[in-house]
């Protein structure tokens, strides 16, 4: 990553810059974006969701100190991580995802990411959250995994500096399991060790002794968090089970090791756990197998995986009906994404919009990959796809979200002339406690900020919201949380993406000259 962009012979760099040049020239109809300032504003959201004692550096300054006691009950310190969305729970699943999905950005577009002069505010986002990720760690086979609870949660409206809510802390152990929320967070700390693998390889060390100890004891001690800490289940259910999470932990941690049992326990629970069973049509915090299925198909490029090569090409082949699923290329409708009339993908009415980033991510990585190959096909059942229309289909998902849309709105908060501005976020719907110290009640929010029709007084950049409906509507209404309401796994697969894209528009730009 400390290397700026690879050097490519003559006829590789005009190869590839025609390619860019005509995805960019077929989207010129629509508005060009900032996708360093989209970058930028991205980055940001994480630390407006940041919980605990903020450091010095902290720059979004509406935010300040708040959930210093967490954990104090059960005797552990679980003072850090990440607020998931609006309210103020600590939930470890959707978090240690996040972080996931950042690591992975960092991986696949690091070296974009620094020439957008971002790379360190990315770093930081990932280790503010695999720091709370060690305190909750407390035993070989203990994760604590929710500090505070959504029923008393969601009945205030306040700050979080003000928080008067239950923050009991929740665990996994030998006793309750969690084999779905260790596996998520092993691979969480195995992705993050990739990222300061060079510039901290102690705390890279760390990291990986937490994510090994966590996926033993995910596998050894199965079950389905959700069953066994009842609290979470009306929240973030873990509808897809635990086998998705056991494969995922075990893929990053063969990439982050380069063990081989590992990348045993992948192939031989291939079947077995629906590695390739499983043709899937969404990638998010809850259902991981697409992903799983490309980090596969990156393994083929390598001579030294070729023994593996049959096992491999069948998670390639579900990876590639989930990518051929995203263009509508797929028999019958059921085997495809939706879309929305405009075009964006539509998969469900609540926070749609995690899914478009994440499945913006997938198409971009898998577009790569065939580059890699020097594919200039991928046969889907309705027709071939080329690399450089996967590329454009991230882009097109991309631009919509930034304002190339029916409504001509961006739903990246703080981004562009017009974006929703009453979004569904307790912190960012009252005035800032740094400017007002004066206590705020449980019920006071709601009184007086949350059914108010002014814009929210603190603008929560970089946010993904909840996005439109199918029909492209979207009503900017704080109430309307299904829309209005952005999560941390929304932005996270945008950061590499939003990198790449900058870079690619430099490059097309610098050539013209």
Not at 319 to 344: D, H, M
Not at 457 to 485: I, Y
Request: net charge neutral; glycine share 8%; proline share 3%.
């Amino acid at each position: 990553m400390e290397k700026t962009m690879k050097k490519l012979s003559i006829s590789h760099l005009c190869c590839f810059l025609l390619c860019i040049f005509s995805i960019f020239a077929s989207t010129r109809s629509t508005p060009s974006h900032n996708y360093t300032d989209a970058l930028t504003k991205s980055l940001l959201y994480f630390e407006a969701q940041r919980s605990g004692r903020l450091p010095y550096s902290q720059r979004v300054t509406w935010r300040d100190n708040s959930g210093l006691t967490d954990g104090l009950e059960q005797g552990v310190d679980l003072v850090g991580g990440y607020y998931d969305a609006g309210d103020h729970v600590k939930f470890g699943l959707p978090m240690a995802f996040t972080v996931t999905m950042l690591s992975w950005s960092i991986i696949e577009y690091g070296e974009y990411i620094a020439v957008a002069g971002e790379l360190d505010h990315a770093v930081e986002a990932v280790k503010w959250g695999t720091d709370y990720f060690i305190k909750a760690h407390t035993s070989a086979n203990v994760l604590w995994a929710e500090v505070g609870d959504g029923y008393t949660d969601h009945y205030c409206w306040q700050r979080p500096e003000d928080m008067t809510t239950s923050r009991q802390a929740y665990k996994v152990d030998e006793n309750n399991p969690g084999s779905d929320v260790a596996g998520e967070t092993a691979a969480a700390m195995a992705a993050a060790s990739i990222v300061f693998r060079k510039t901290n390889p102690r705390y890279s060390r760390l990291l990986l002794r937490h994510a090994q100890q966590l996926f033993e004891f995910g596998d050894k001690y199965r079950g389905k968090y959700d069953e066994n800490m009842g609290v979470v289940k009306n929240y973030y259910t873990s509808v897809s089970g635990y086998n998705d999470e056991l494969l995922w932990a075990a893929m990053w941690l063969y990439k982050a090791t380069d063990n081989h049992r590992y990348l045993s326990y992948v192939i031989d629970n291939a079947d077995l756990f629906g590695g390739i069973g499983w043709s899937i049509t969404e990638f998010s915090w809850d259902v991981k197998f697409a992903g799983i299925q490309v980090l596969a198909s990156q393994l083929l490029i390598k001579e030294k995986h070729l023994k593996h090569k049959n096992m491999l090409e069948q998670y390639q082949s579900k990876a590639e009906y989930y990518i051929c699923s995203c263009l509508g290329k797929n028999n019958g409708t059921k085997n495809n994404v939706g879309f929305t009339t405009g075009g964006l993908i539509y998969i469900r009415q609540w926070n749609n919009m995690q899914y478009v980033s994440s499945g913006a991510f997938l198409t971009m990585v898998y577009s790569d990959l065939l580059h890699k190959w020097n594919r200039k096909m991928l046969k889907c059942d309705l027709g071939y796809v080329t690399p450089q229309e996967l590329l454009q289909f991230s882009k097109y998902q991309v631009d919509y979200i930034l304002g190339s849309n029916p409504l001509n709105m961006s739903y990246l908060v703080g981004f562009g002339p017009k974006f929703p501005t009453r979004v569904h976020h307790r912190g960012a719907s009252i005035g800032s406690y740094r400017e007002n110290k004066g206590f705020i009640g449980c019920t006071e929010g709601y009184d007086n900020w949350y059914g108010s029709s002014d814009p929210n007084p603190n603008v929560v950049f970089g946010a993904l919201v909840g996005g439109p409906d199918h029909k492209d509507e979207f009503f900017d209404k704080r109430g309307n949380f299904m829309q209005t309401e952005a999560c941390t796994y929304n932005t996270a697969p945008l950061v590499g993406i939003f990198a790449k894209l900058n870079y690619l528009e430099e490059t097309i730009l610098h050539a013209s000259y």
